[in-house]
């Protein structure tokens, strides 16, 4: 079975102050990327357990999403999680996808395949964001590379 997972831990903020409120933009945000993809996979055939940690618990979400994970006999993960940030002077923010595989007999993590579009953090790109054209590649990239192809068709 294949998990997808919405992850980013990020430091916790003091409830209501403007890095809480953007925060929980950032998180909403997520959730709808997370949301796309989800359907996304369901389309295309694959079965798949949504977790995610509530708002609240920001602070130790990829911790939670890797317990909740292993816990629950998934042997795939397809994990996102935002960024945002400067370089060279530019503000951007994007995504980090991973998908990892639990392998061997001690179920140990081993990261398959990232990617990590980016985006200048302009007014015309947030107003203008499109989950479904974000995740399009990296669905793309899961069908012709064939890791999740046991994760198709209908739970045991």
């Not at 998934?74 to 999680?81: G, H, K, P, S, T």
């Not at 998908?99 to 179920?107: D, E, F, N």
């Amino acid at each position: 079975m294949l998990s997808g997972g919405l992850g980013d831990d990020s430091p916790a903020s003091v409830p209501d102050s403007p890095e809480a409120q953007a925060a929980r933009v950032w998180y909403d945000l997520d959730l709808q990327v997370t949301a796309h993809l989800e359907r996304a996979l369901l389309d295309k055939g694959y079965r798949v357990q949504l977790f995610q940690a509530p708002f609240e618990a920001t602070p130790l979400q990829r911790q939670t999403i890797h317990r909740q994970w292993k816990a629950s006999g998934c042997d795939w993960l397809v994990q996102v999680a935002h960024t945002a940030g400067e370089e060279r002077g530019e503000a951007y923010f994007g995504y980090d996808f991973t998908v990892a595989a639990l392998r061997g007999p001690s179920r140990l993590v081993e990261s398959l395949y990232n990617l990590r579009p980016r985006f200048v953090r302009d007014r015309d790109n947030l107003l203008n964001f499109r989950a479904g054209e974000v995740i399009a590649p990296l669905v793309r990239e899961i069908q012709v590379r064939r890791w999740l192809e046991p994760a198709r068709g209908k739970a045991p």
